[in-house]
């Protein structure tokens, strides 16, 4: 009975840690098998030819590189200067949005006070606080989006994106959030399954 519940105590807990984290959301092309790939090579995306304009995130390069480097050549993939068979891309955007907030609504509780002719004595009746519904509001936030994009470099065809878009508590995305962002992206980047 001691292992049934210590078995049903870890359950909870992963579930509780599983819900904690970031949906991920994947597309690839189902008639590409990843398997035929094996070096990758890093681009830079701009809007058009002339733009060399810095990018706002560029504090958030290395950050994205070396947990993405990791990821790849973790599925064995190696980094190369020329010939790719992938070109690596990567995004990260901060929006301003909105999210709906739902507070419950209760009735103050209180007590109330009577004389007991039968007992000659007071006494207290204590009446709580009753659900009423739900206070519904919008609350400003902002979100940060990661997407790494993976297009085969001879056709020039993306066969595969992740992106991932998560509540930020700072103005700012952080090294951490974004780090945390490219790891579970890549948890489900999967070289084996085609």
């Known amino acids: 009975m001691k292992t049934l519940s210590y078995i049903c105590t870890a359950l909870i807990a992963a579930f509780a840690i599983a819900s904690c984290s970031t949906p991920v959301h994947v597309e690839k092309d189902e008639t590409v098998d990843l398997r035929n790939y094996k070096t990758y090579m890093w681009v830079d995306t701009r809007y058009n030819e002339n733009d060399n304009s810095t990018r706002p995130s560029s504090y958030g390069d290395i950050t994205v590189r070396n947990a993405s480097n990791a990821a790849l050549q973790k599925a064995g993939w190696t980094e190369v200067s020329n010939n790719p068979d992938i070109l690596v891309s990567y995004d990260v955007l901060v929006q301003n949005t909105t999210t709906r907030r739902s507070d419950p609504v209760y009735t103050q509780?209180?007590?109330?006070?009577?004389?007991?002719?039968?007992?000659?004595?007071?006494?207290?009746?204590?009446?709580?606080?009753q659900f009423l519904g739900y206070n519904n509001y919008e609350v400003p936030v902002k979100e940060g989006t990661v997407s790494i994009t993976m297009t085969d470099a001879n056709t020039d065809k993306i066969v595969w994106q992740g992106w991932t878009i998560e509540e930020l508590n700072y103005t700012r995305i952080t090294t951490e959030e974004i780090a945390a962002s490219v790891q579970n992206i890549f948890s489900k980047f999967d070289v084996a399954a085609r």
């Open 109 to 129: 509780s209180y007590t109330r006070s009577y004389y007991n002719p039968r007992l000659r004595r007071w006494g207290t009746i204590y009446y709580p606080s």
